[in-house]
């Protein structure tokens, strides 16, 4: 079992970067593959990207690709998200979560196995 923390959230305007943090802890944070995703109000949990156990693979969704980046330090058991020109539809909670499957290509969120609390990314305009 692994248990997952976002921090980083924040109010900024369009335009601006941000990076939310995602910490785990419990067992080892290398044997899961990683996702990133985030619920707008009144909307359905989407997908934003995922990352392979050790990093070198990451999977975007098309509407955040060449903004977004996912990395992962498997030394400090921390998964990232840098976002850059963000955009007011961008605004949402934001969460990680943990796949202990096979294919860490995943989109789906019956895959992932564990979840974060959600950290809010507000972007004005």
Do not use: H
Request: proline fraction near 2%; hydrophobic fraction near 30%.
């Amino acid at each position: 079992q692994v248990q997952l923390v976002e921090s980083g959230g924040g109010y900024v305007q369009a335009g601006d970067s941000l990076r939310l943090s995602c910490s785990a802890s419990g067992r080892a944070f290398s044997s899961y593959a990683m996702g990133w995703f985030r619920q707008a109000p009144g909307k359905e949990r989407e997908f934003v990207g995922s990352i392979n156990w050790s990093g070198g693979g990451t999977y975007y969704v098309d509407s955040v690709k060449g903004r977004f980046t996912i990395s992962r330090d498997n030394a400090k058991n921390t998964l990232y998200l840098q976002m850059n020109s963000l955009k007011p539809d961008d605004t949402a909670v934001y969460y990680c979560a943990a796949s202990g499957g096979v294919n860490w290509q995943q989109s789906q969120r019956s895959y992932y196995d564990y979840w974060g609390q959600g950290t809010q990314v507000t972007v004005s305009s």
